[in-house]
């Protein structure tokens, strides 16, 4: 019921996007000893996971400042963790960062006191995900594409459609894909099948999977109540997916890169594939809490995910893509050129970057708002 409460009061923010005033700071300080950080699974490691993925511990060691770590799931559960408080920092998606800057929960960054900035690539650097009238209220941490994730055992050949998660059918095992694929436990995974109608269903004339006039909306419901009698477990626990994958004989779903390249390094017969429709995405953006209580260790921060082995490490091993595209070829981590290659550096203009629902939208004047996402998918997931 608490969390249940949360994301409630996370719901409950006007999505306005005029920018909020606050007073940003003119110099880093002293260390403050410590800092607490929203983020999803995998992306801040210090090697307890794996040993050779560490890019807190020298920050640690060379700040001063411990950082703390609260794993959360979806983007409403990290809204709703910074509308609570007690955070210094968060990695957004695009899907949460717009409606922290509308809440007021964030605050706008100083880039002047990020001696990396220059770095960042010039596609991010004003994106509409953290920029709001010109002004900055994120770092841009790492990008990468929600990807179909199968199992090479029952498909020999990597499938070509998004249709093997929302369409009835036999695999090409020759075994139904009943009770064998997953969703993504989030409203926004409402996009992924407009996305998917774009292709399949031109004549509703979807311009954008974020942007469904009611028409539309309803396609892409009863899209996902089909999905619904297919799939065996709505995933939101990137940990209990790949558990899935490997004991609960899941064989294709939506996944990040994440998953897989842990399936992969485990010898599970896992790949992914960007489907002929396309995909969503995400591409995250560490945001400083509108109250935080260590604003220092985090402008340390800031400049530690641009300038350190972060970008490099992190893009291995999350299989995403660097916000700082010298990370592909400097030699700061493990990164490489055809590592970023193969996590499609090269696919940018072709992923649909998760976004907030709003009424007014820019293709068709008035669209179906992210409340309703959330309502809806609800009931959709209880079978209605």
């Known amino acids: 019921m608490k969390k249940f409460l949360r994301t409630c009061t996370a719901l409950t923010v006007a999505v306005s996007f005029a920018a909020p005033a606050f007073a940003q700071i003119t110099e880093v300080g002293e260390s403050e000893g410590q800092l607490n950080v929203v983020a999803w699974a995998g992306f801040l490691?210090?090697?307890e996971t794996v040993a050779d993925?560490?890019?807190v511990t020298k920050f640690e060691e060379a700040t001063g400042c411990k950082i703390s770590v609260k794993t959360a799931n979806t983007s409403d559960e990290m809204v709703a963790l910074m509308n609570e408080?007690?955070?210094d920092l968060v990695t957004a998606s695009g899907d949460a960062s717009r409606r922290l800057i509308a809440g007021k929960?964030?605050?706008?960054?100083?880039?002047d006191l990020i001696p990396s900035w220059s770095k960042v690539d010039d596609r991010l650097k004003e994106a509409p995900w953290h920029t709001?009238?010109?002004?900055?209220?994120?770092?841009?941490?790492?990008?990468g594409p929600n990807v179909l994730a199968y199992n090479t055992d029952v498909f020999p050949e990597p499938p070509t459609s998004w249709n093997v998660v929302f369409e009835e059918m036999n695999l090409p095992d020759g075994k139904p894909n009943k009770g064998r694929v997953q969703a993504y436990?989030?409203?926004?995974?409402?996009?992924?099948?407009?996305?998917?109608?774009?292709t399949h269903k031109p004549e509703l004339g979807i311009a954008s999977p974020y942007e469904l006039n009611e028409a539309q909306y309803k396609e892409a419901l009863d899209l996902l109540r089909v999905q619904r009698t297919l799939a065996s477990r709505y995933w939101h626990d990137a940990f209990i997916q790949i558990d899935d994958f490997k004991n609960e004989g899941v064989v294709a779903s939506g996944s990040w890169p994440f998953q897989v390249n842990l399936l992969k390094g485990d010898g599970a017969p896992i790949s992914s594939v960007f489907p002929e429709e396309g995909v969503t995405g995400w591409a995250d953006t560490s945001m400083l809490h509108a109250d935080a209580a260590n604003p220092n260790c985090a402008y340390k921060w800031f400049e530690h995910t641009l300038s350190s082995n972060l970008q490099s490490d992190l893009s291995v091993w999350f299989g995403a893509n660097p916000s700082v595209p010298s990370a592909c070829t400097d030699g700061s981590g493990m990164l490489t050129a055809e590592i970023c290659e193969q996590n499609g550096s090269g696919n940018f203009e072709k992923v649909r970057f998760w976004q907030t629902p709003i009424t007014q939208c820019e293709s068709q004047g008035e669209c179906v708002p992210y409340y309703r996402w959330v309502s809806d998918y609800i009931a959709v997931i209880g079978g209605r």
Not at 185 to 198: C, T
Request: net charge negative; aromatic share 16%.
């Open 85 to 87: 408080g007690g955070f």
């Open 105 to 111: 929960r964030v605050q706008p960054i100083n880039i």
């Open 185 to 198: 436990d989030g409203p926004i995974h409402i996009a992924d099948a407009a996305l998917y109608l774009m």
């Open 53 to 55: 993925f560490d890019w």
């Open 45 to 47: 490691e210090r090697g």
């Open 132 to 143: 709001v009238d010109g002004v900055h209220y994120g770092v841009p941490y790492v990008w």
